[in-house]
């Protein structure tokens, strides 16, 4: 019990002394160097031989950036499905505009295909907010020209129900159904999500 006593007052001296000259020490379990003037949490802990939290921080600062890079690659991915979905059309255009009738070459007719399934963000579930507050709902498709269909009552939604334009704000409990179409494609299965607000 004394020895554990003598080596927290050494540790306290210790850490008094280095913060009094204002030196950096090293945190032994991440390597990184800890300064008492900006971490004097996890310089205090280092000075005790203990782990500070900069390992935690550490990781936040990789999430948040892997995060960054994940949107950041979406947001490419979505943009060179859009020139080929464009270039793809322009390419239809100008087939059937130089076919004559008289002229015996094919013309570029896509087959009946089917809308892909959109997607709901974030999916659904119980969400607590305060009163007030909502939760914004976004709803996406393969392909940026798909016209997007939703409910929010729980009904299956037509072509005849509200044309997504944006972000839904859901501000009580409730079931938003979608479904997309696309030129040259059938109706797209419905996608449902239920969201439960908590307040």
Do not use: C
């Amino acid at each position: 019990m004394r020895s554990s006593l003598r080596w927290m007052m050494l540790a306290v001296l210790l850490s008094a002394f280095v913060r009094a000259s204002h030196a950096q020490i090293v945190d032994p379990t991440t390597g990184v160097v800890v300064d008492p003037v900006t971490d004097p949490v996890d310089f205090n802990a280092a000075a005790g031989g203990h782990p500070g939290n900069i390992g935690t921080e550490l990781a936040a600062q990789a999430a948040a950036q892997a995060q960054k890079i994940a949107a950041d690659a979406a947001a490419q991915a979505q943009q060179a499905a859009k020139a080929a979905s464009d270039q793809a059309s322009q390419n239809f255009a100008n087939t059937a505009a130089s076919a004559s009738p008289t002229s015996r070459s094919p013309v570029f007719v896509p087959a009946n295909s089917t809308a892909a399934r959109p997607v709901i963000t974030p999916k659904g579930g119980t969400f607590y907010v305060a009163a007030g507050d909502v939760v914004l709902v976004t709803i996406s498709e393969k392909n940026p020209k798909a016209t997007i269909y939703y409910t929010t009552d729980g009904s299956r939604p037509t072509l005849n129900s509200p044309v997504y334009t944006g972000p839904i704000a859901v501000s009580r409990s409730e079931t938003i159904k979608v479904l997309a179409t696309g030129k040259y494609e059938n109706a797209s299965g419905v996608v449902t999500e239920t969201f439960k607000i908590k307040h």
